[in-house]
């Protein structure tokens, strides 16, 4: 099987290494010198290459503002039989655009990355594979996962957006908001260094994903709920109320699995 990467950043070069060990591999970057690391993977230098190069599956790695301007650069040199994926952590308007395209679609979202995840051991890690996706294509990357142990979940479009709205935006903006108020010349503890750890990965993605993440519609909500938060908190403080502040820790608790 062959199989055609757009993007050799932190996912696509992923993709392409450990694709490479089964499967004729190629990869385009626009930055040619991203993809020149990569080993066992055939180097594309034009889109035009893609269709010489004949694959079966594209695989979409690059940022989530350039995918359907991807799609559509490569679209015209594929066969019709090629099935298209997206890797995008924010799905947006691309159920849109897939609804008027002629090709076959697979749409996954690998909640993990080479910034937190070790990516020789993926065991507690997990990926979602869109339930709109084509079945051949889906059951290739369910296989595909399975092999490296990922927990696989299944959900639709519309709900994939909402759950994102949670699983990222309410640790990204706390992270965010720690980074906020760090101080240099404070003396970090062992809490402080691991939330900086935290904070410092997360401020090394690229600035559209983040945006993406934060501009997802359903963010607001989470942000509401964690201002909210904040505000009884601060009231408990402001109180010094032992009992509430209990409750509240209580609850807390009971939050975490």
């Known amino acids: 099987m062959k199989i055609a990467i757009i993007g050799t950043g932190k996912m696509g070069s992923w993709f392409a290494k450990i694709l490479s060990t089964g ?101 507690k890690e997990a990926v979602i594979i869109i339930e709109e996706s084509d079945p051949v ?38 992270s965010m908001a720690f980074a906020a108020c760090v101080n240099g010349n404070a003396v970090p503890g062992t809490t402080f260094a691991k939330h900086r750890s935290i904070a410092s990965g997360l401020l090394s993605e690229d600035n559209h994903l983040i945006a993406e993440i934060l501009f997802n519609p359903y963010s607001i909500a989470e942000l509401e709920k964690i201002t909210a938060r904040l ?6 403080i402001k109180a010094k109320d032992h009992e509430e502040l209990e409750e509240f820790l209580g609850r807390l608790r009971r939050n975490m699995p």
């Open 23 to 123: 499967y004729e591999v190629a990869a385009f970057d626009i930055d040619s010198a991203r993809a020149s690391n990569l080993e066992d993977v055939r180097i594309l230098t034009s889109v035009e290459q893609i269709g010489m190069f004949k694959p079966e599956f594209l695989i979409n790695a690059v940022s989530i503002q350039h995918t359907a301007t991807a799609f559509e650069m490569a679209i015209p040199h594929l066969s019709p039989t090629c099935i298209l994926c997206d890797i995008t952590s924010i799905k947006g308007e691309l159920p849109g655009y897939y609804q008027k395209c002629p090709f076959k679609v697979v749409s996954l979202h690998p909640m993990f990355g080479p910034t937190f995840a070790d990516m020789a051991s993926l065991s």
């Open 231 to 236: 505000e009884h908190l601060k009231h408990i």
């Open 137 to 174: 294509g889906a059951q290739f990357f369910q296989d595909f996962f399975e092999k490296l142990s990922v927990r696989i979940f299944r959900c639709s479009f519309s709900e994939h957006d909402k759950m994102m709205a949670y699983s990222l935006t309410l640790p990204f903006v706390s």
